[in-house]
């Protein structure tokens, strides 16, 4: 099986959010629902050297994240209705509007903040990668709107050639182990490791709107 994923270049992301607002618009979401959001992660101190001067370590950077379309996903392994599927042919994780009933155990078991429960619907919603535009040979339309060109999508493994050097997470990213993310991220010289305590989410208001 062919597994599909993102490739995330943190080195040239801004935090525009164009990704995240191309998205909101393509699929007609509400403003407290968005499929794919940009964290903004900051951290650091001032460090007094005692002779009137000061270094500072501070850092920030911005991680676009959508579903991760896992390999092993949490979302799917909890459903108690089975509504939450993975594509045999491209790997893409969605949810079966027929069989969820809006229980939300994918909102309560996926390590990366990604499934909503639409209340106007009762219904789970998420990313799905746009297959409609995959199945038309498309990208994403979150990839095409990017002006800084820090996304791309495809097959996971060769997006990993492609691209030497990635990591499956960077902070504030769980650690990638227990779900397998299709994922490639290329990490900033500021990036940290999944897991950090450094720092913060700046923004996280706006990550949890839903």
């Known amino acids: ?42 951290g650091g101190n001032w460090t007094d050297a005692g002779d009137g001067t000061y270094t500072s370590d501070t850092f920030a950077y911005h991680v676009s ?4 379309h896992c390999e092993k996903p949490a979302c799917m392994a909890k459903c108690p209705q089975g509504a939450i599927v993975k594509d045999p042919e491209n790997g893409l994780v969605n949810i079966d ?8 155990a994918c909102v309560e078991t996926c390590p990366y903040n990604v499934p909503i429960v639409n209340k106007e619907i009762g ?7 746009c297959a409609d535009r995959v199945a038309e040979g498309k990208s994403p339309i979150c990839v095409e709107a990017c002006p800084l060109r820090a ?14 050097g990635t990591v499956a997470g960077i ?9 397998n993310p299709s994922i490639a991220i290329l990490p900033c ?9 450094t720092g913060a989410i700046a923004n996280e208001k706006e990550v949890t709107l839903a």
């Open 1 to 42: 099986m062919t597994q599909y994923g993102f490739y995330f270049d943190s080195t040239r992301c801004t935090g525009c959010r164009t990704c995240e607002m191309a998205c909101k618009d393509y699929k007609d979401l509400p403003v407290n629902i968005a499929y794919r959001r940009v964290y903004d992660y900051e």
């Open 65 to 68: 994240l959508g579903c991760q």
């Open 97 to 104: 509007q027929e069989k969820c009933t809006g229980v939300g």
């Open 123 to 129: 219904r789970g919603v998420k990313c799905d990668g």
């Open 151 to 164: 996304l791309e999508f495809g097959d996971i493994e060769e997006l990993r050639a492609k691209h030497q």
């Open 171 to 179: 902070a504030p990213m769980p650690s990638p182990d227990t779900t």
């Open 189 to 197: 010289p500021a990036a940290k490791e999944p897991g950090d305590k």
